[in-house]
């Protein structure tokens, strides 16, 4: 496992914005091309659901929800993970997992609740 710490949660009004950073402290076990690393969420009395992954050759998939919205990215130099969330709605609120792995079959975004690693999470609230 890696230790993961996520960061950047908040209050925002709808149509706002926010950046998540999930900070990896032994990143460089996740240099392998199978690696998965991700965000997921969790809003109360609701199912664990995956946001976004990015695999190791640093392609992302994206749920169906936030498509167009969020934005998922790494910088291997800082062993940062990142999720810019754009045009927040209401529905957004939850509290937001960063998720990591060092070998996965297939890095799919409905895998990333279930990725070994997990930090303990940030709120993110969306609310008028």
């Known amino acids: 496992q890696v230790p993961l710490e996520e960061s950047g949660g908040g209050s925002v009004q709808p149509g706002g914005s926010l950046r998540l950073s999930c900070a990896a402290s032994?990143?460089?076990?996740?240099?392998?091309?199978?690696?998965?690393m991700g965000w997921f969420r969790q809003a109360p009395g609701k199912e664990r659901e995956g946001v976004a992954v990015?695999?190791?050759?640093?392609?992302?998939r994206y749920a169906d929800s936030v498509k167009g919205r969020f934005t998922i990215s790494q910088d291997n130099a800082k062993n940062t993970l990142y999720l810019q969330m754009n045009s927040l709605k209401p529905e957004d609120t939850a509290m937001y997992y960063c998720?990591?792995?060092?070998?996965?079959?297939?890095?799919?975004?409905?895998?990333?609740?279930?990725?070994?690693?997990r930090g303990q999470g940030t709120q993110v609230t969306v609310s008028s």
């Open positions: 998720a990591a792995t060092s070998w996965v079959a297939s890095c799919t975004v409905a895998l990333a609740p279930f990725l070994s690693s």
């Open positions: 032994r990143f460089t076990g996740l240099t392998y091309s199978r690696r998965c």
């Open positions: 990015m695999d190791g050759a640093g392609g992302a």
